[in-house]
């Protein structure tokens, strides 16, 4: 049989760009701003947090660090055109996710009323250690531009390529500069959108006009001390606390989850917290969803007991979500690729869930 790409043109993906005024220029340099990424301007790869502070943390932080889960490069240009070259040491397959989410790149168009999908720079369908391609717009004038890091592959360099008589200058500043942090599960990192941009914390930052730090860690993110002590010393305006998932059990979760909070609260007294419980596709019922743990129900207990709890000692700026609400809506067993993870209608129920709580805590964030 033909390659379908041969048969339709619109599912061909062009890892190569014949363009002749194309001028390449680094993201590490002004007048590109990065955002969600760690020291980028020094660090040799893009990093989401201090190496020392992953490696003290587990072998899974440390390998999933270089991953670059909630990056995001602005910049304004009249380019006619926008191209990307990546170098990557390798890039992430798995068969339950596209691999335009692990290891591509999506443009969105910024405006002053919020910013709008464009296109995709689609990694070639083969592994590989970096790639090229080009988006095409249908008029030269200036626009402000988001391009979204992947969700699972590591990304040595990222090179923008321009028109060489064309214009480049910063791009959109967020209303609320200071970062949201995200802590949680492979579901925090962004397992299994379809591209970068629509992971939830994507929906959440365009909705908001928020920046963002994205510390999901499949499989590895478990309250540590060290990410706690971390995370608890950095500059931000809202904690999203959503680990439950990667804990060894409840009990391993009664032990770090309030810990790790007064940690916070030490630090940062009026730090707005929003505690989410582990979303839920179905009732907690095991011969339903083999995959959902038996104790569900125990975690969503002791993340609730730590909300009761900072209520109790007179806290207002604790916040509580329901996992069950998180795919509120019909057919919510059709939010997720495995009964597990969610998949982009999973996401956008996600976000539409979180964002009036967000909101809420960002806006006390100006009073």
């Given at each position: 049989m033909k390659n379908v790409a041969d048969i339709d043109k619109n599912l061909k993906v062009q890892s190569s760009i014949d363009k002749k005024d194309v001028v390449f220029l680094d993201v590490r340099e002004e007048p590109f701003q990065v955002y969600g990424l760690y020291d980028y301007k020094k660090e040799p790869q893009f990093l989401r947090m201090p190496k020392p502070v992953a490696e003290a943390t587990s072998d899974g932080v440390r390998d999933?660090?270089?991953?670059?889960?909630?990056?995001?490069?602005?910049?304004?240009?009249?380019?006619?055109?926008?191209?990307?070259?990546?170098?990557?040491?390798?890039?992430?397959?798995?068969?339950?996710?596209?691999?335009?989410?692990?290891?591509?790149?999506?443009?969105?168009?910024?405006?002053?009323?919020?910013?709008?999908?464009?296109?995709?720079?689609?990694?070639?369908?083969?592994?590989?250690?970096?790639?090229?391609?080009?988006?095409?717009?249908?008029?030269?004038?200036?626009?402000?531009?988001?391009?979204?890091?992947?969700?699972?592959?590591?990304?040595?360099?990222?090179?923008?390529?321009?028109?060489?008589?064309?214009?480049?200058?910063?791009?959109?500043?967020?209303?609320?500069?200071?970062?949201?942090?995200?802590?949680?599960?492979?579901?925090?990192?962004?397992?299994?959108a379809s591209r970068p941009g629509i992971c939830y914390q994507g929906y959440l930052s365009r909705h908001l006009d928020t920046d963002y730090i994205n510390l999901g860690f499949s499989g590895s993110a478990a309250g540590e001390d060290a990410i706690a002590d971390y995370m608890a010393?950095?500059?931000?305006?809202?904690?999203?606390?959503?680990?439950?998932?990667?804990?060894?059990?409840?009990?391993?979760?009664?032990?770090?989850?309030?810990?790790?909070?007064?940690?916070?609260?030490?630090?940062?007294?009026?730090?707005?917290?929003?505690?989410?419980?582990?979303?839920?596709?179905?009732?907690?019922?095991?011969?339903l969803l083999p995959n959902l743990s038996n104790d569900w129900s125990a975690r969503r207990d002791v993340i609730y007991r730590t909300y009761q709890n900072a209520k109790c000692r007179g806290d207002k700026n604790v916040y509580f979500i329901d996992g069950w609400s998180l795919y509120q809506g019909p057919d919510r067993d059709s939010c997720s690729v495995d009964g597990l993870h969610p998949n982009d209608l999973g996401f956008f129920r996600m976000a539409e869930a979180m964002e009036p709580v967000l909101r809420i805590a960002l806006e006390s964030t100006l009073k």
């Amino acid at each position: 049989m033909k390659n379908v790409a041969d048969i339709d043109k619109n599912l061909k993906v062009q890892s190569s760009i014949d363009k002749k005024d194309v001028v390449f220029l680094d993201v590490r340099e002004e007048p590109f701003q990065v955002y969600g990424l760690y020291d980028y301007k020094k660090e040799p790869q893009f990093l989401r947090m201090p190496k020392p502070v992953a490696e003290a943390t587990s072998d899974g932080v440390r390998d999933l660090n270089f991953c670059t889960a909630g990056g995001r490069v602005r910049f304004s240009t009249d380019s006619s055109y926008v191209a990307i070259k990546t170098e990557m040491p390798y890039q992430c397959l798995m068969g339950h996710m596209a691999l335009a989410g692990s290891a591509g790149f999506d443009l969105y168009v910024d405006g002053e009323l919020g910013s709008s999908y464009y296109k995709t720079f689609f990694p070639p369908s083969s592994e590989g250690h970096g790639y090229e391609a080009v988006i095409e717009f249908p008029d030269r004038k200036m626009r402000q531009l988001t391009i979204n890091f992947p969700l699972y592959s590591p990304v040595d360099n990222l090179y923008i390529g321009l028109q060489d008589s064309a214009a480049v200058g910063e791009g959109k500043r967020y209303r609320f500069e200071k970062l949201v942090l995200f802590y949680g599960s492979s579901i925090t990192q962004g397992a299994c959108a379809s591209r970068p941009g629509i992971c939830y914390q994507g929906y959440l930052s365009r909705h908001l006009d928020t920046d963002y730090i994205n510390l999901g860690f499949s499989g590895s993110a478990a309250g540590e001390d060290a990410i706690a002590d971390y995370m608890a010393g950095l500059d931000i305006s809202v904690f999203v606390c959503d680990y439950d998932h990667n804990a060894l059990n409840a009990e391993h979760l009664k032990k770090t989850h309030e810990k790790m909070f007064l940690k916070f609260r030490e630090k940062s007294p009026e730090l707005p917290i929003i505690f989410v419980t582990a979303p839920t596709f179905v009732e907690n019922d095991p011969n339903l969803l083999p995959n959902l743990s038996n104790d569900w129900s125990a975690r969503r207990d002791v993340i609730y007991r730590t909300y009761q709890n900072a209520k109790c000692r007179g806290d207002k700026n604790v916040y509580f979500i329901d996992g069950w609400s998180l795919y509120q809506g019909p057919d919510r067993d059709s939010c997720s690729v495995d009964g597990l993870h969610p998949n982009d209608l999973g996401f956008f129920r996600m976000a539409e869930a979180m964002e009036p709580v967000l909101r809420i805590a960002l806006e006390s964030t100006l009073k």
